[in-house]
């Protein structure tokens, strides 16, 4: 059975050089890449807040799940990947203000850095449209 790919894009200008899309969906599935707080000028939304970036990494998510034929309802995954775990808190308010009733299964973890130093979170989030 042959399953079109479609492509989602946020407009991000790091999307061409790296070569990668903010969503993809594959028949029922759409995955979603690695989502920092860039605006869609290139600044990073909320600096210094934890909270602040996360919902703007989820209202990014949002847009793209919707783009692809789904909603935040059909995400079944996300993972959380801050440079400060001890900020997790902030990132789960955030979390919890998009996903309390959906309760997808999610992971926070800690990572050494991101591509630019003023990002603190990075969200990642699949979908399943069935």
Excluded at 81 to 104: C, N, V, Y
Aim: overall charge negative; proline content about 4%.
């Amino acid at each position: 059975m042959l399953m079109l790919k479609q492509l989602i894009s946020s407009g991000s200008k790091m999307e061409g050089p790296i070569g990668f899309s903010r969503a993809v969906r594959i028949g029922p599935l759409i995955a979603m890449a690695g989502t920092a707080a860039i605006q869609p000028d290139g600044s990073t939304a909320s600096p210094g807040d934890v909270y602040g970036q996360t919902l703007y990494c989820l209202s990014i998510i949002q847009k793209a799940v919707e783009e692809a034929g789904g909603s935040l309802a059909n995400i079944y995954r996300t993972r959380v990947m801050l440079t400060d775990i001890s900020q997790w808190e902030m990132a789960a308010k955030a979390h919890g203000e998009f996903f309390s009733e959906i309760r997808p299964a999610c992971t926070f973890m800690e990572v050494k850095s991101f591509i630019q130093e003023d990002w603190l979170v990075e969200l990642e989030a699949d979908a399943w449209v069935g």
